[in-house]
Nanobody
Framework: QLQLVESGGGSVQAGGSLTLSCTAS???????MGWFRQAPGKEREGVAA????????YYVDSVKGRFTISQDNAKSTVYLQMYNLKPGDTAMYYC??????????????????WGQGTQVTVSS
């Protein structure tokens, strides 16, 4: 059973930066791993994804140029570096993983494994 643990959330002012980490216990090679977020009163949305085998990465338009997803396979860790944060980025951020592509990267119901989440709060 794969377990995911996020860390690195916190409170920053607009324009600031944070780096989130997602460390997996278990085999993660060639998996699809994504970062999702859920703001109060809103549905959870995917923001970035990576294929751990090839290293290919994907972003939603709202974070392109501001967020960077990366991996350290030796540490079984996926990172989400977030720059130029905006109040609209305030949300609980979750790491998720699945073994098959399915319909793509952004359908949360296709992800089998989830972390507990880490809160990111951006003040203006």
């Amino acid at each position: 059973q794969l377990q995911l643990v996020e860390s690195g959330g916190g409170s920053v002012q607009a324009g600031g930066s944070l780096t989130l980490s997602c460390t997996a216990s278990g085999y993660t090679y060639n998996m699809y791993m994504g970062w999702f977020r859920q703001a109060p009163g809103k549905e959870r949305e995917g923001v970035a994804a990576i294929i751990t085998g090839s290293g290919r990465i994907y972003y939603v338009d709202s974070v392109k140029g501001r967020f960077t997803i990366s991996q350290d396979n030796a540490k079984s860790t996926v990172y989400l570096q977030m720059y130029n944060l905006k109040p609209g980025d305030t949300a609980m951020y979750y790491c998720a993983a699945k073994r098959f592509l399915g319909s793509g990267f952004w359908r949360e119901e296709e992800y089998n494994y989830w972390g507990q989440g880490t809160q990111v709060t951006v003040s203006s």
